[in-house]
């Protein structure tokens, strides 16, 4: 049976990766299918409506109660009190109004309200952090160091510096925002600045993108902490729930999701292991795009894996499954956060094109595919599916075709498992034996300890006490034979 061609839901269109718009860039599961460009138009449109709504609504509002107010106190000439809160309302709406029109202005036009610093060059900020810089870790101030030293080429190097520095700064007051008000706040960023670095450059691409990605991992590295998987969103929940799913689908199998990998293949397993490692590591870095180069080196080492084993170029329906099989493997900690993460502060221009922007957004694409897995994406039964997810069977290995290699390999690992069964009996016996030798040792020990006890209970020991000698008697006094010795010599003297 060709599980390919019952397969539902892996095969993906390369039309379905972009924009549902038709404007010719990657979309985004994330965004409804639109990609970075379309979503802030969209978003921006629904935000201006929602400001106009709360506008006419706060007007409805002051003219009931100016209604209600006159109906009652007909004739007063006194303050409306009531009507107070309603204008208040409405001026709070005026000014955020004219605060998002104006989001940006206020990075590029000095401010009014402080009083002017003294100018320095870029290196010497260096030497006196502010609070916030100093508590960062040393990756943000090796950051500083690297993108200062970038922009000392530049000549608006100077002017680049300030601006992303007073930004960063001025995040540090906008942490109650939602995640979304977050991302638009450093999107209307990277849209103002390209767009003066293009007027620069004269339309240099290249040096547009080279700046702006210093730019992303300068402010990224020192907003990470305050941006990464904030509080205001489920983000967490997510993580845990994709956590939980992948690991219910441990039991499928490569045969399942039809990946044209052959793990037999010493070059293909060590492929599969780095691509798993990429996309594990994805985690362990701070800038968006430091991430998207985890997920890029990730793809390559599966399209590496697809050309050995098909020895012929890898196609985009066979990369899909493969990408799904390896995140299976992998289960890369805090994926939907990393993937949010990517999706609202990277430069907006590496996700609409390039490799960068069709990896990743293969990466949303196997996310979602692994969220609606089901048994007939599978080629399975709904009971077959419900009984490998509930842990209560297993999904059987199919057989190899037999050839000379793998029958040798298996006739070695049977004689192996022959051979551990026969060593298991050995030590079993070996065991038996050290068992019994200790009981009789211990058997021995305490027949010992009676025999000794019973000989102490029948000739106990008796202590007679005896008289210490008297200092007359002599050292032999009880000596009998005495009588017998000689007499004792006498010293004779001899005259000289």
């Given at each position: 049976m060709s599980h390919r061609s019952e397969r539902r839901g892996i095969h993906v269109d390369q039309s379905e990766l972009l924009c549902t718009k038709g404007c010719g860039f990657y979309g985004n599961t994330a965004w409804q299918g639109l990609c970075s460009k379309c979503w802030r138009e969209e978003y921006q449109q629904t935000r201006h409506k929602q400001i106009q709504e709360d506008h006419a609504l706060a007007e409805r509002l002051q003219k009931e109660e100016e209604a209600a107010y006159a109906n009652n106190h007909q004739g007063a000439?006194?303050?409306?009190?009531?009507?107070?809160?309603?204008?208040?309302?409405?001026?709070?709406?005026?000014?955020?109004?004219?605060?998002k029109v104006n989001t940006m202005t206020k990075f590029f036009t000095p401010s009014t309200k402080t009083p002017p610093k003294k100018e320095s060059v870029p290196g010497e900020v260096l030497s006196t952090p502010s609070p916030s810089v100093s508590r960062k870790p040393l990756e943000t101030d090796r950051t500083t160091r690297e993108f200062i030293d970038f922009l000392k080429t530049l000549k608006p190097g100077r002017e680049i510096f300030k601006q992303c520095r007073a930004f960063t700064e001025?995040?540090?007051?906008?942490?109650?925002?939602?995640?979304?008000?977050?991302?638009?706040?450093?999107q209307d960023f990277y849209q103002n600045?390209?767009?003066?670095?293009?007027?620069?450059?004269?339309?240099?691409?290249?040096?547009?993108?080279?700046?702006?990605d210093e730019v992303e991992r300068y402010m990224m590295t020192r907003l990470y902490e305050e941006v990464f998987c904030p509080e205001t969103t489920d983000d967490e929940k997510k993580d845990l729930a994709i956590q939980k799913r992948i690991r219910a689908l441990h039991w499928v199998t490569i045969e399942m999701l039809c990946v044209p990998v052959d793990e037999e293949i010493p070059e293909v397993s060590d492929n599969v292991v780095k691509a798993i490692t990429d996309v594990i590591e994805m985690d362990s870095k701070r800038v968006p795009r430091d991430k998207l180069t985890c997920i890029t080196r990730c793809s390559k080492h599966i399209f590496n894996a697809i050309n050995t084993t098909k020895k012929e170029a890898a196609s985009a329906d066979d990369f899909l499954p493969t990408l799904i099989y390896i995140v299976l493997k992998a289960n890369p900690p805090r994926l939907q956060s990393n993937i949010q993460y990517i999706t609202r502060f990277c430069n907006p221009s590496r996700l609409m094109s390039g490799e960068d922007g069709y990896y990743f957004t293969n990466l949303c694409c196997a996310v979602a595919f692994i969220e609606k897995l089901d048994g007939?994406?599978?080629?399975?039964?709904?009971?077959?599916?419900?009984?490998?997810?509930?842990?209560?069977?297993?999904?059987?290995?199919?057989?190899?075709?037999?050839?000379?290699?793998?029958?040798?390999?298996?006739?070695?690992?049977?004689?192996?498992?022959?051979?551990?069964?026969?060593?298991?009996?050995?030590?079993?016996?070996?065991?038996?034996?050290?068992?019994?030798?200790?009981?009789?040792?211990?058997?021995?020990?305490?027949?010992?300890?009676?025999?000794?006890?019973?000989?102490?209970?029948?000739?106990?020991?008796?202590?007679?006490?005896?008289a210490p000698p008297t200092a007359s008697s002599a050292i032999d006094a009880d000596n009998v034979e005495n009588d017998h010795l000689p007499s004792p010599l006498q010293p004779q003297l001899f005259a000289g």
């Open positions: 000439a006194q303050p409306q009190p009531a009507i107070a809160p309603f204008s208040k309302f409405e001026e709070r709406k005026t000014k955020e109004k004219s605060r001025s995040m540090a007051y906008k942490r109650d925002l939602g995640a979304d008000e977050l991302s638009e706040c450093v600045l390209s767009d003066r670095l293009h007027t620069h450059f004269k339309g240099s691409s290249e040096r547009v993108e080279s700046v702006m007939q994406s599978l080629n399975l039964s709904v009971e077959e599916f419900e009984l490998y997810m509930s842990g209560q069977a297993s999904p059987q290995r199919p057989q190899a075709a037999t050839s000379p290699a793998c029958s040798a390999a298996f006739s070695q690992m049977n004689e192996s498992l022959d051979l551990l069964t026969g060593l298991g009996v050995r030590q079993e016996r070996v065991m038996e034996g050290a068992r019994r030798l200790e009981s009789d040792l211990i058997d021995w020990r305490d027949g010992v300890e009676h025999k000794v006890q019973d000989v102490m209970e029948r000739f106990p020991l008796e202590m007679h006490p005896t």
